[in-house]
Nanobody, 123 residues
Framework: VQLVESGGGLVQPGGSLRLSCAAS????????MSWFRRDPGKERDFVAAITRSGSNTYYVDSVKGRFTISRGNAKNTVYLQMNSLKPEDTAVYYCAANERGVTSGSASLYDYWGQGTQVTVSS
């Protein structure tokens, strides 16, 4: 099983980034997928989730209207489009998979995790 994130980097406040997470080794199309983020020394916080079909999405309040989660089941990839970025969005971003298709804001319910990609929002 592999989840490989990419697309992180340094961006100025107000800028945009698109994160990708390429999945392999498990039933991606029947899995719920999510993005979490973690500041140094803190727990992983839920950011966004998407159901197996992509028909429903969920967001933490602080990113609603700015971030969009999507998925391409043919490409086994989940995305996080991040617009209007703020310094407080700075964190390591992780994608996660729940093979039972359960969307949740609880990190403990996810089966697989990527290695993370750093997002830094700074002028």
């Amino acid at each position: 099983v592999q989840l490989v994130e990419s697309g992180g980097g340094l961006v100025q406040p107000g800028g945009s980034l698109r994160l990708s997470c390429a999945a392999s080794g498990f039933a991606f199309s029947s899995s719920a997928m999510s993005w979490f983020r973690r500041d140094p020394g803190k727990e992983r916080d839920f950011v966004a989730a998407i159901t197996r079909s992509g028909s429903n999405t969920y967001y933490v309040d602080s990113v609603k209207g700015r971030f969009t989660i999507s998925r391409g089941n043919a490409k086994n990839t989940v995305y996080l489009q991040m617009n209007s970025l703020k310094p407080e969005d700075t964190a390591v971003y992780y994608c996660a998979a729940n093979e039972r298709g359960v969307t949740s804001g609880s990190a403990s319910l996810y089966d697989y995790w990527g290695q993370g990609t750093q997002v830094t929002v700074s002028s």
